[in-house]
């Protein structure tokens, strides 16, 4: 069974560039009291949106202020990068969290994207292929040192030696949620390691595809591909009428410019029922899931808009 039942949660992925913490606190007491589940950041240490000098507090340390500050929402990173911690340390850091909020943690690892800050600060960059090879490592220490140790591992990348990690998480399971979508080798890892798999909502029929090749991958492990629970990421702008919503549209682009990196997150641009629609295909294919992308500028009206409109109505369509 997967982890959280078969129940819709809708949640706010609200990343971190802000200039003040005040401005990351307002969303996130905002998603809690508007009733979603989940409010994530993502683990970019210098994003490639907002240009070389572009505002990003560090994840981790601003998980832990936030989730310190709310009482309900859980709290996640989508994801942490492979290439930024030790998995050990990677561990540590979730299990300090998972007290922090009192057991509200979902921790997200990843192979690792384009940010910046592999140029300004120096970090090293593996390909590809070594990355996911981290991933999977990472995993199994992860999971290993949150269900007790001492650990050993011997892996071609990390080497742990009777490791113990004290206290451990609240939860009895933290989940893990891998995000990523490369049919041959992350949906692999994905099939071995993840409670909750996250990706881009993209088209219906890719995403189609993708779970066609989950469900091989998990095969070939031994798993039930039901039992990881899919989660969606998207953007959306949402007004009263679909004419309001392509004219805020519009400002946007003006803001952002038609060739930004972030139209191909946006799902809808119309009314909550629109929206409602263009998600119901990802619910019908077993997506649990569906988090708002946030980020600054926030768009207050699209949040409070999903929140009160379509989360109900996702709900309800499981709930029968």
């Known amino acids: 069974m997967q982890i959280h039942g078969d129940g819709v949660r ?21 998603a809690e009291d508007l009733g979603y589940d989940w409010v994530s950041l993502f683990d970019h240490f210098r994003p490639p949106m907002g240009g070389p000098a572009g505002p990003c507090f560090e994840g981790t340390s601003l998980l832990a202020a936030l989730a310190a500050r709310t009482s309900r929402i859980r709290c996640a990173v989508l994801v942490s990068a492979v290439t930024w911690r030790h998995p050990a340390l990677a561990a540590a850091v979730a299990a300090t969290i998972d007290h922090v909020s009192d057991g509200r943690l979902e921790f997200g690892m990843g192979a690792a994207g384009a940010d910046l ?3 300004q600060y120096g970090i090293p960059f593996p390909d590809a292929g070594t990355r996911l090879d981290m991933l999977d490592e990472a995993c199994r220490v992860g999971r290993a040192l949150w269900d007790g140790g001492p650990v050993t591992f011997d892996g071609k990348h990390f080497r742990l030696d009777a490791a113990h990690l004290e206290p451990r998480p609240v939860q009895r399971r933290l989940p893990l949620v891998i995000g990523g979508e490369g049919e041959r080798r992350m949906l692999r890892i994905v099939a071995e390691h993840a409670d909750i798999w996250n990706t881009l909502a993209g088209t219906p029929d890719a995403y189609r595809g993708k779970l066609r090749s989950l469900a091989g991958h998990a095969a070939a492990v031994g798993r039930d591909p039901a039992d990881i629970r899919k989660s969606v990421t998207f953007r959306a702008i949402l007004a009263e009428s679909e004419h ?4 805020r549209k519009e400002r946007l682009v003006r803001t952002l410019g038609a060739d930004s990196p972030v139209w191909p997150e946006y799902l809808v641009f119309g009314t909550p029922e629109q929206c409602v629609e263009r998600l119901r295909p990802y619910l019908d294919l ?12 926030v768009d207050w009206e699209t949040v409070e808009l999903f929140a009160r409109r379509v989360a109900p109505a996702l709900r309800a369509r499981t709930a029968t």
């Open 244 to 247: 309001e919503a392509l004219e």
């Open 117 to 119: 800050a592999y140029d």
């Open 10 to 30: 809708v949640g706010v992925h609200s990343g971190q560039q802000y200039t003040s913490f005040a401005e990351a606190l307002k969303l996130w007491r905002t």
């Open 286 to 297: 077993g997506v649990r899931d569906f988090l708002l992308g946030a980020r600054p500028p």
